[in-house]
């Protein structure tokens, strides 16, 4: 990091995570790697409209973490995460009138808006039941490692509901391709472990007791690569959705000369010249 920041520059854009205390999931940060873990392990790991809010709030403020490179995020136990909690959320949902229903879509969404938007890389580690808002998470992180029995589903027309939920029908189809999508998004029937990696939706697999280790080190890996450019890979992976192929290249040349500038464009090249491996600082 730069070490003649202005104070008072530092202080309205630089936060540390390391000590933030979580409330309706577990948090925790070591050597960079920021870790979530969906933690009601009794059912699958649902989320409420507390856990929503809390996990929206936390990739916001992920923007400003100096402490904070990459994200790991899980559920405890034997699965990932399997929706929106039946009780806590679906049931009262029905009893609401429609201002009230779109506060609560919309506050869903702005959970994938801010992990699409922190600089971070995300990388989900995809065990067991991966379905409805979990399936989202998956699907909304940038990078995922999987079980073979995991099962990922998006079940929305099962409850009655459009597919098109939380950018789903504009972020999978990126992922597995329109005709896969599609049929998921249409039939929410499960896509398998071996379906997922096959298909693109999941990296790597890995055994189920492996999981979180391998995701680890993918998270560590890139921890250790040059953060900075790595959050402007990021930006131009989702910004570039909607510009034409002058534009984007317009756009990359811009962000590729900023990068330039940076300590770790120069470490990189002295490291190579000098037959070493480069560490990278973020700056």
């Known amino acids: 990091m730069t070490q003649n920041l202005d104070p008072a520059l530092r202080e309205a854009n630089r936060t540390t995570l390391a000590d933030y205390s979580s409330i309706h999931f577990q948090w925790r940060v070591h050597d960079g790697v920021g870790t979530i873990m969906l933690d009601r392990p009794d059912r699958k790991n649902p989320l ?17 973490a100096e402490d904070v490179a990459v994200i790991v995020l899980h559920g405890a136990g034997e699965n990932f995460c399997s929706g929106g909690d039946v009780h806590d959320i679906i049931g009262p949902l029905i009893a609401l009138p429609a201002p009230e229903l779109l506060m609560f879509t919309r506050m869903t969404g702005d959970l994938v808006k801010a992990m699409r938007a922190c600089p971070q890389p ?9 379905a409805g808002a979990g399936a989202i998470l998956a699907m909304a992180s940038d990078l995922r490692v999987g079980t073979a029995r995991s099962t990922t589903a998006f079940l929305f027309t ?20 329109q ?13 398998t472990g071996d379906e997922a990696y096959a298909w693109g939706f999941f990296n790597q697999l890995a055994e189920p007791e492996q999981l979180l280790e391998a995701a680890g080190k993918l998270a560590q890996r890139l921890a250790e690569g040059p953060t900075f450019a790595q ?4 930006t131009m992976l989702h910004q570039e959705w909607s510009m034409s192929v002058d534009q984007a290249i317009e756009a990359e040349a811009q962000a590729q000369a900023l990068c330039m500038l ?22």
Do not use: W
Not at 122 to 130: K, L, P, S, Y
């Open 48 to 64: 409420t409209f507390d856990s929503y809010a809390e996990l929206r709030d936390l990739f916001r403020r992920l923007a400003y």
């Open 122 to 130: 995300i990388v989900a580690a995809v065990d067991g039941v991966c």
């Open 158 to 177: 099962r409850v009655g509901l459009a597919g098109c939920d939380m950018g789903a029908c504009a972020i999978l189809p990126r992922i597995i391709g």
């Open 179 to 191: 005709g896969r999508a599609s049929e998921l998004l249409y039939t929410a029937r499960a896509m």
């Open 231 to 234: 959050g402007i890979t990021k």
């Open 262 to 283: 940076t300590e770790d464009f120069k470490r990189a090249y002295h490291a190579f010249r000098d037959k070493q491996r480069p560490k990278f600082e973020g700056n």
